[in-house]
T-cell receptor, first 111, second 110 residues
Framework: NAGVTQTPKFRILKIGQSMTLQCAQDMNHNYMYWYRQDPGMGLKLIYY???????DKGEVPNGYNVSRSTTEDFPLRLELAAPSQTSVYFC??????????FGPGTRLTVL | KNEVEQSPQNLTAQEGEFITINCSYSVGISALHWLQQHPGGGIVSLFMLSSGKKKHGRLIATINIQEKHSSLHITASHPRDSAVYICAVPAGGGADGLTFGKGTHLIIQP
C-alpha cells in the first residue's frame, strides 16, 4: 500500500493564481482531512470528509474548497492564492476509531 | 472548542535520559492522540488512547481523563528520538478532525 500520497511536494504560486493540491489514499478509509501547518503554530483543520460526497468545514476554511467524489481522492482547491496561504499542507485519512495516517505534505509559497 | 496546551515547548536532553512531555486539554474527550513529526516534516501517529496507559517499545503514553491530562514518556532516549511531539484531541465530536497542540521540540544529544 502507498498509504496517503500528496502532490505536488513543493509549489510556488503568484498572488491570485489558482491550484489544486492532490491527496489520495489506498486504504479504503472513509474519513479524510486537510490541515495546514504554519511555523510555530499547531496544525489547523481546513476541511474534512466522512465519506464520498460529504464534506464539511474545519477551523480555517476561508480561501479553500474541497470535493470528495470517490473514497480514494480528496483534492483541496485554492482559488485566489494569497500570501496568508503560504504554509505546509497535510492530508490525512483515518478508519473509524483509529489514529490518522498523514501524507508527506505539500510546501506552498505564495509570492 | 478544545484548547490543547503542551509543555515544555523545547527540551534538550542527553542520550539515555528519561523524557516526559505533558499535554492538557480543556474539554472532555473520547480519545487523545500523540504524533511524532520528524525533522524532514513527516507526521506519524504514535498513540491513540482513551484511558490508562499504552506502551510501544520505549514510548509510553498515559492519560487521566478526570484531570484532562496526558503524558508521553520516552525511556532510554536516543538521538533518533529527536523530533517534534504533538498532542491532539478531537475538534468536536465524531470524525470532525483534530485540534493540535503546538508541539514539543525534543533534541537528544549523544
Amino acid at each position: 500500500n502507498a498509504g496517503v500520497t500528496q502532490t505536488p511536494k513543493f509549489r510556488i504560486l503568484k498572488i491570485g493564481q489558482s491550484m489544486t493540491l492532490q491527496c489520495a489514499q489506498d486504504m479504503n478509509h472513509n474519513y479524510m482531512y486537510w490541515y495546514r501547518q504554519d511555523p510555530g503554530m499547531g496544525l489547523k483543520l481546513i476541511y474534512y470528509s466522512v465519506g464520498a460526497g460529504i464534506t464539511d468545514k474545519g477551523e480555517v476554511p476561508n480561501g479553500y474548497n474541497v470535493s470528495r467524489s470517490t473514497t480514494e481522492d480528496f483534492p483541496l482547491r485554492l482559488e485566489l492564492a494569497a500570501p496568508s496561504q503560504t504554509s505546509v499542507y497535510f492530508c490525512a485519512s483515518a478508519p473509524l476509531g483509529y489514529g490518522q495516517f498523514f501524507g508527506p505534505g505539500t510546501r506552498l509559497t505564495v509570492l | 472548542k478544545n484548547e490543547v496546551e503542551q509543555s515544555p515547548q523545547n527540551l534538550t536532553a542527553q542520550e539515555g535520559e528519561f523524557i516526559t512531555i505533558n499535554c492538557s486539554y480543556s474539554v472532555g474527550i473520547s480519545a487523545l492522540h500523540w504524533l511524532q513529526q520528524h525533522p524532514g516534516g513527516g507526521i506519524v501517529s504514535l498513540f491513540m488512547l482513551s484511558s490508562g496507559k499504552k506502551k510501544h517499545g520505549r514510548l509510553i503514553a498515559t492519560i487521566n481523563i478526570q484531570e484532562k491530562h496526558s503524558s508521553l514518556h520516552i525511556t532510554a532516549s536516543h538521538p533518533r528520538d529527536s523530533a517534534v511531539y504533538i498532542c491532539a484531541v478531537p475538534a468536536g465530536g465524531g470524525a470532525d478532525g483534530l485540534t493540535f497542540g503546538k508541539g514539543t521540540h525534543l533534541i537528544i544529544q549523544p
